[in-house]
C-alpha cells in the first residue's frame, strides 16, 4: 500500500509552527541569563537556578497535555484544540518574562521564575500536541524526513528571528536597556502568536493516517509503556545529550561575543552564521539519511558540530571572523542534529503505534518535550556554574564592572571545549539506535542536491 502524500498546504502550516517552538527555546535560552545578571543583578548562580527550576513543572505538564491530546475527541481532532489553547496563553506569559518590573536581586529572580513557569506551562499546550502530528500524518518512513525538513526550515527563520532580531532588539539602544527588553518581549509574543494560529488554521486539513483508538490506560501504565520501549528511551537520551550541548552554547553566546570577540552586539552576527546553514542544508541532510541512513547521518551531523565548536576554542588567536567561520560549521551540524532527532521520533512513535494498535504519540512527545525543555534549561545552569567558578560578576547598566580574567577565560571554556566533548558522547551513542528503514535495499537514492 502507497502511504498517503501530505499536501503541500498542509506541509507548510505544520511548519509555520516552528515559529514558535524555535523562537521560544532560542530567545530565553540566548537572552534571559545575561538579561538576569546583568540588567536585574541577579547571581549567576541564581539566574541559572531560574531558568532551570520552572521546567522540573515540565516533567509534570507535558505528559499529561500529551496524554489528554491522546484521549482528545472533537470535530478538530485530537491534536489541533490544544494548539490554540497555547496560542491564547503563551504570548502574553512570554511578554511578562521580559517586562522589566522595577525589582533586582532575589524579587527580580522570584519575579521571572514565576511568569517563566507560565510561560512553560503555555508552551506545553502547543508544543507536546505539535509534535505528536507528524507520526500521524503518514506511514512512510522517508516522506516523515521530508515533511519534518519543511518543519526544520521554519525552524530555521525562528531561530533567525531569535539570534538576529532579538538580540538586534536589545542592542538597538547601545548595549541594550530595560526597555529594549521589552520591546523585544513584545515583538517576539506577536511573533508567536501568529506562529501558532498559523500552524492552528493551516493544519486543518491534515491527515491522520491509521490513527488508532486512544489508549485508556493510567498515566501510570502508559509511562510504563514507554520505560519499555527501548528505542524511545535510547533516543531520548541521545536528544537530551545533543540538547545540552546546544543549550549551553546558547547560553554562553552573549558573553562569549562580549567578552571574547569584544563586542555584544557580535550576538547577532554570530547566530546569522549558524542560522544560515541550518535553513540551507536540510535537502543535503536529508539526502543523506537516504545514502546513510538516519543513524549514519546522525553520527556525521554530530562530528561536524562537534569540529566546529572545539576549533572554536582558538578564537582570542584569530578573532571574531574566525569565529564566525567556525559557527557556519557548527550550524551546518546543528542542521542536521535537529533534524534527524524529530524524523527518528516520527518513527520510533509510528512503530509503536504499528506494534500496539493505540494511539500514544501524545504520551510519547509530552515526556520528549518535558526532558528536552528541562536540558535545555539546564544548559544555563551548567554554564552559569561555570561563570560562578571563574568568579563572573553580576551587574546593572548603572554600574558596569570588569571582569577578571578567569571569568573571561571560563566564558570561552564554557562557549567551546564543554559542548564539544558533550557533542561527542552523543556519536557513541548514536550507535545504539537500532530503527532502520524496512525497505532501504528497494529504495533508490536519488543524486546530491545542488
Known amino acids: 500500500m502507497i502511504a498517503p502524500t501530505v499536501s503541500r498546504g498542509v506541509r507548510l502550516g505544520y511548519g509555520v509552527g516552528s515559529f514558535c517552538t524555535a523562537t521560544f527555546s532560542s530567545v530565553p535560552g540566548l537572552l534571559l541569563l545575561f538579561y538576569m545578571t546583568n540588567f536585574l543583578a541577579v547571581p549567576a548562580w541564581l539566574a541559572g537556578v531560574v531558568v532551570t527550576a520552572p521546567k522540573v513543572w515540565d516533567l509534570?505538564?507535558?505528559?499529561?497535555?500529551?496524554?489528554?491530546?491522546?484521549?482528545?475527541?472533537?470535530?478538530?481532532?485530537?491534536?489541533?484544540?490544544?494548539?490554540?489553547?497555547?496560542?491564547?496563553?503563551?504570548?502574553?506569559?512570554?511578554?511578562?518574562?521580559?517586562?522589566?518590573?522595577?525589582?533586582?536581586?532575589?524579587?527580580?529572580?522570584?519575579?521571572?521564575?514565576?511568569?517563566?513557569?507560565?510561560?512553560?506551562?503555555?508552551?506545553?499546550?502547543?508544543?507536546?500536541?505539535?509534535?505528536?502530528?507528524?507520526?500521524?500524518?503518514?506511514?512512510?518512513?522517508?516522506?516523515?524526513?521530508?515533511?519534518?525538513?519543511?518543519?526544520?526550515?521554519?525552524?530555521?527563520?525562528?531561530?533567525?528571528?531569535?539570534?538576529?532580531?532579538?538580540p538586534a532588539i536589545v542592542n538597538s539602544q547601545g548595549n541594550g536597556t530595560l526597555d529594549s527588553y521589552r520591546l523585544m518581549g513584545m515583538v517576539i509574543a506577536v511573533v508567536l502568536l501568529a506562529a501558532m494560529l498559523g500552524s492552528f488554521f493551516g493544519t486543518a486539513r491534515a491527515p491522520m493516517t491509521g490513527a488508532p483508538e486512544p489508549d485508556g490506560g493510567t498515566l501510570i501504565k502508559q509511562f510504563a509503556v514507554v520505560r519499555g520501549n527501548?528505542?524511545?528511551?535510547?533516543?531520548?537520551?541521545?536528544?537530551?545529550?545533543?540538547?545540552?550541548?546546544?543549550?549551553?552554547?546558547?547560553?554562553?553566546?552573549?558573553?562569549?561575543?562580549?567578552?571574547?570577540?569584544?563586542?555584544?552586539?557580535?550576538?547577532?552576527?554570530?547566530?546569522?552564521?549558524?542560522?544560515?546553514?541550518?535553513?540551507?542544508?536540510?535537502?543535503?541532510?536529508?539526502?543523506?539519511?537516504r545514502r546513510l541512513d538516519k543513524r549514519g547521518a546522525m553520527i556525521l551531523a554530530a562530528l561536524t558540530f562537534a569540529t566546529g565548536t572545539a576549533l572554536a576554542l582558538a578564537t582570542p588567536v584569530f578573532g571574531g571572523w574566525y569565529a564566525h567561520v567556525m559557527i557556519l560549521l557548527v550550524g551546518t551540524g546543528v542542521a542536521g542534529v535537529t533534524l534527524l532527532q524529530f524524523s527518528m521520533l516520527a518513527d520510533v512513535i509510528a512503530k509503536d503505534a504499528a506494534d500496539t494498535g493505540k494511539r500514544r504519540a501524545g504520551v510519547f512527545t509530552g515526556l520528549w518535550t518535558a526532558i528536552e525543555s528541562g536540558v535545555s534549561a539546564f544548559g544555563a545552569l551548567v554554564f552559569g556554574v561555570i561563570?560562578?567558578?571563574?568568579?563572573?560578576?553580576?551587574?546593572?547598566?548603572?554600574?558596569?564592572?570588569?571582569?577578571?580574567?578567569?571569568?573571561?577565560?571560563?566564558?570561552?571554556?564554557?562557549?567551546?571545549?564543554?559542548?564539544?566533548?558533550?557533542?561527542?558522547?552523543?556519536?557513541?551513542?548514536?550507535?545504539?539506535?537500532?530503527?532502520?528503514?524496512?525497505?532501504?535495499?528497494?529504495?533508490?537514492?536519488?543524486?546530491?542536491?545542488a
Not at 62 to 75: H, Q
Not at 116 to 142: G, I, N, Q, R, S
Not at 264 to 289: I, N
Open 230 to 289: 527501548p528505542s524511545f528511551l535510547w533516543l531520548t537520551a541521545l536528544s537530551c545529550t545533543q540538547q545540552l550541548a546546544v543549550a549551553i552554547m546558547l547560553a554562553a553566546a552573549p558573553y562569549f561575543a562580549a567578552y571574547t570577540i569584544g563586542d555584544p552586539k557580535a550576538t547577532t552576527t554570530l547566530f546569522a552564521a549558524l542560522v544560515g546553514p541550518m535553513m540551507l542544508t536540510m535537502p543535503l541532510w536529508s539526502w543523506l539519511s
Open 60 to 166: 509534570v505538564v507535558n505528559p499529561l497535555v500529551g496524554r489528554w491530546s491522546d484521549r482528545t475527541t472533537s470535530r478538530l481532532g485530537p491534536r489541533r484544540p490544544w494548539l490554540l489553547a497555547g496560542a491564547c496563553t503563551l504570548p502574553v506569559a512570554f511578554f511578562l518574562v521580559f517586562a522589566g518590573p522595577p525589582l533586582t536581586g532575589v524579587p527580580a529572580a522570584l519575579y521571572v521564575g514565576a511568569c517563566f513557569l507560565a510561560a512553560a506551562t503555555a508552551y506545553a499546550l502547543f508544543e507536546v500536541p505539535y509534535k505528536a502530528m507528524p507520526a500521524e500524518m503518514t506511514d512512510d518512513y522517508h516522506e516523515r524526513t521530508s515533511l519534518l525538513q519543511w518543519r526544520m526550515v521554519f525552524v530555521g527563520a525562528g531561530t533567525a528571528i531569535a539570534g538576529i532580531a532579538a
Open 387 to 449: 561563570l560562578s567558578i571563574g568568579g563572573f560578576l553580576s551587574s546593572e547598566p548603572s554600574r558596569p564592572v570588569e571582569q577578571p580574567d578567569s571569568a573571561v577565560t571560563a566564558v570561552l571554556i564554557g562557549q567551546t571545549a564543554v559542548p564539544a566533548l558533550i557533542i561527542l558522547l552523543s556519536v557513541a551513542m548514536t550507535l545504539g539506535y537500532r530503527i532502520k528503514d524496512p525497505n532501504r535495499a528497494a529504495v533508490p537514492v536519488p543524486d546530491a542536491p
